[in-house]
């Protein structure tokens, strides 16, 4: 089955610099590749998605890359701020068919933005 | 607009005792999930559903059950609780394949 691998585990960043938290999957028929944010004591949020069909998605300060060649896929933010403080999470599935999308999770990156 | 819900958001029970987990959403989303969350192990899916009456398995079933009589709703039941069960659970709900919507977790502790 699918196995997906996450790093860092911890990341910590001056406000106004760059994070980027890497992901890599195992199985190469996988075609659907999420991020989610989890704040302390929430539910995690989707902030963006990319399929296999697609090397690279922008929504203003955050991009994913894809490399399907290597089987990995990235999250950049740019310009950090005291909000981005969260743990991010990757995820990677395929779509069988008509079935339901089932999610294998990275095992999180805890970031730290420090003002 | 509440989305989705769950309670309690914090239990507390012992080893052996039955507890249910619920789930609420008002969005009449399709399809429904159930994550356990673990550190050093990110999110695993318990049980899924793809509409009211059909529910299948997901990575670490062993000593849940969920039913689905409902579209709305989709309570995750603990049979015998024991220790390793302690965790917090999510619940997520899709409409289409791709995007999941996550409720805010229960927080489930086995003593």
């Known amino acids: 089955g699918e196995n997906v691998e996450q790093h860092p585990s911890t990341l910590s960043v001056q406000e106004g610099d760059s994070a980027v938290i890497k992901c890599t999957y195992s199985?190469?028929?996988?075609?659907?590749f999420p991020w989610y944010k989890q704040e302390l004591g929430k539910g995690p949020q989707l902030i963006i998605d990319?399929?296999?069909?697609?090397g690279e998605k922008k929504d203003q300060r955050i991009a994913v890359t894809l490399n399907k060649t290597a089987k990995h896929f990235s999250l950049h933010i740019t310009e950090t701020q005291p909000e981005d403080s969260a743990v991010y999470f990757c995820?990677?599935?395929?779509?069988?068919?008509?079935?339901?999308?089932?999610?294998?999770f990275g095992t999180g990156t805890l970031l730290a933005v420090q003002p | 607009d509440a989305g989705i819900t769950q309670s309690p958001r914090y239990k507390i029970t012992e080893t052996g005792r039955q507890v249910t987990l619920m789930c609420h959403q008002t969005?009449?989303?399709?399809?429904m999930f159930w994550y356990r969350q673990d550190l050093g192990h990110g999110l695993r899916l318990i049980y899924y559903?793809?509409?009211?009456?059909?529910?299948d398995k997901g990575e670490v079933p062993d000593g849940y059950v969920v039913s689905r009589s409902k579209t709305e709703n989709f309570p995750l039941t603990l049979e015998s609780a024991t220790r390793s069960q302690t965790s917090v659970y999510f619940c997520?709900?899709?409409?289409?394949?791709?995007?999941?919507?996550f409720g805010p977790g229960t927080r489930l502790t086995v003593t």
């Open positions: 559903s793809a509409a009211a009456d059909i529910t």
């Open positions: 990319i399929r296999s069909n697609v």
């Open positions: 997520a709900s899709s409409e289409y394949v791709y995007e999941q919507y």
């Open positions: 199985d190469s028929a996988s075609n659907y």
């Open positions: 969005w009449s989303h399709s399809y």
């Open positions: 995820a990677a599935s395929r779509r069988y068919g008509g079935a339901t999308n089932k999610l294998i």
